[in-house]
């Protein structure tokens, strides 16, 4: 009598190349899951692949693939992102340490990563299980077909290939990206009519071509909410960086009909952060990118809208309401509005830089170029905490960082922790009293000027990355003629309005103005577009509550 074939079970695979590490992954694995799965393991990224191959020939299912961050000859991204193309459908977890965690959120845009897990994760009842457990209820909801992803074609070069990698990458969308000379790039330029000349192309999941899309439509097109549900809130955020998304959370979570209005990406220039090691309660520190999310999560959690790729025009005051107007002639009117909108990076003032942005002079974009940085001569210029961060981040993957410092030295605009990392990193070199004079390059950046101001000296260096962390400027030419500001364009708020014992112009409440209120009534500020705030995470998003709390008092009043 013939013996009966048992069904194949579902496939739990994980791979580490330290054998006693890969041993206790399975291990615990098969103590919660090998009744029900298959545990199968692999001690190389080609091993796994390999094992991949195999099972897909005879038609198995696999349901969570686990891998170690760092293997030599090919680290878990690499692994991860080859496995997604023998089984899209299955949940791909990475396994890292605290000090590649940044890699991780990388890995979010790379190969649509489910979920990182810290080691150790003992106790596993804990750590390990819950997260595994809700991988598997998703993988089975799922029909197991490829997960349809956006497509990125462009040029390594193309300004706007930048802007919409980044753009993509902050508001944490997955994406694959496509030279445009490779194979691929040109099957998708082909299907969809390109001959490549415009690019960035842009396929959506459900398959439509966009070519050299403005930012309001590819963020409609990628699912992000661009339009307000109500024409009326309690209060209206305008700007999505730490003191913004504070108000949402304190706002929304308070009771308010709360919006956040943000014209880019959440998160701001701290979104853009590759580590914050002095926020409050990250001993280890956290990726702004990966605060960020954390923070947009909460917001929606408590019912706050985000709308994305919204540029703020106008305020109106039209008697109780606050009407805040878009670019493109809307607008949403509440309450109250608290004015978040922070600071953007100064342009470099070399000739050649502006005609090179996005192909190779770039403004806080090193988490989205990195990747392309390895192996690299890497300028960075600036000597505050954002161009620190920066250069350590760098400095993992780059041949040598080299720091632009116009001032005399580092201690008068740099937390003292970063001083002392970037003083032990060997490939890593300071040039204080530097500044650059010229940038070259047809078509990319191929060369720097730099002039030594003490000395008076100028020499030319090749060069073909080079960030720029110059100080910031506040934007606020949109309020001129209805909010006061300041001869830098930063907005006083309380005690500032009234310096000399009197209200401001056209106050007309019984009051003084609020800590954190403007000239006008029922418009609040928080974080560093505020006059002589601290300009630190920490005092933005504590801002934001506060100003939440001064929105419910006048609130009470009105």
């Not at 006693?20 to 298959?38: E, I, K, Q, W």
């Not at 956040?260 to 220039?269: D, F, I, K, N, P």
């Not at 003084?512 to 300009?535: C, I, M």
Request: net charge negative.
């Amino acid at each position: 009598m013939a013996q009966a074939v048992e069904p194949a079970r579902t496939v739990i695979l994980t791979v580490d190349d330290d054998p006693g590490v890969s041993r206790a992954v399975a291990r615990d694995l098969r103590r919660r899951y090998g009744r029900s799965y298959r545990i199968v393991r692999a001690e190389s990224g080609e091993s796994a692949l390999q094992a991949l191959r195999e099972l897909k020939l005879r038609g198995d299912l696999v349901a969570v693939i686990l891998a170690d961050f760092r293997m030599p000859r090919m680290n878990g991204i690499e692994f991860l992102e080859q496995a997604l193309d023998v089984y899209p459908g299955a949940r791909r977890v990475l396994l890292t340490a605290y000090a590649d965690t940044d890699a991780a959120i990388d890995a979010i845009n790379v190969v649509d990563l489910d979920h990182y897990l810290l080691k150790p994760w003992d106790p596993p009842e804990e750590k390990l299980y819950p997260v595994v457990d809700d991988l598997l209820t998703a993988w089975r909801h799922s029909d197991h077909r490829p997960v349809p992803s956006i497509k990125v074609v462009g040029h390594r070069w193309s300004a706007r290939s930048s802007q919409v990698r980044e753009f993509l990458a902050r508001n944490q969308v997955p994406y694959r990206w496509y030279s445009s000379d490779t194979p691929e790039g040109r099957r998708l330029l082909e299907a969809a009519g390109q001959d490549g000349q415009r690019l960035p192309l842009v396929v959506t999941a459900d398959g439509t071509p966009l070519v050299e899309p403005e930012t309001p439509e590819l963020a409609a097109r990628v699912g992000l909410a661009t339009t307000p549900a109500a024409d009326f809130y309690d209060l209206v955020v305008v700007g999505g960086g730490p003191a913004g998304l504070g108000a949402a959370v304190y706002g929304a979570s308070e009771g308010l009909r709360t919006v956040l209005v943000e014209r880019s990406a959440t998160g701001g220039q701290a979104g853009q952060s590759s580590r914050i090691e002095n926020y409050l309660g990250f001993p280890d520190g956290v990726s702004g990118g990966q605060l960020t999310e954390r923070a947009r999560r909460q917001a929606a959690k408590f019912g706050a809208e985000i709308l994305t790729a919204r540029e703020v025009t106008g305020l109106e005051v039209c008697g109780a309401a606050r009407t805040v107007r878009f670019s493109d002639g809307s607008a949403v009117a509440a309450h109250s509005v608290i004015l978040a909108t922070g600071v953007s990076y100064r342009q470099l003032p070399a000739p050649g830089a502006d005609d090179l942005t996005g192909c190779g002079v770039f403004y806080g974009s090193a988490l989205t170029e990195a990747p392309a940085c390895e192996g690299q001569d890497v300028y960075i210029v600036g000597g505050a905490n954002s161009a620190g961060q920066a250069a350590m981040f760098l400095a993992r993957g780059a041949k040598s960082v080299t720091l632009l410092v116009r001032g005399p030295s580092l201690e008068a605009s740099m937390s003292y922790y970063l001083i002392q990392q970037i003083r032990e990193a060997p490939n890593i070199t300071v040039r204080t009293g530097t500044v650059v004079a010229e940038a070259h390059g047809s078509g990319r950046l191929e060369q720097l000027t730099l002039h030594d101001v003490a000395a008076g000296r100028s020499e030319r260096v090749d060069a073909q990355w080079m960030f720029v962390f110059i100080g910031a400027a506040p934007l606020t030419d949109w309020l001129d003629g209805t909010v006061l500001r300041d001869e830098r364009g930063f907005l006083p708020t309380g005690p500032d309005l009234t310096a000399d014992g009197r209200p401001p112009a056209g106050w007309e409440l019984d009051r003084p103005p609020y800590h954190l209120e403007t000239n006008v009534p029922g418009v609040f500020v928080a974080g560093d577009v505020r006059a002589e705030s601290a300009k630190r995470v920490a005092s933005a998003v504590g801002e934001g509550a506060m100003a939440v709390m001064l929105v419910h008092r006048y609130l009470e009043q009105s």
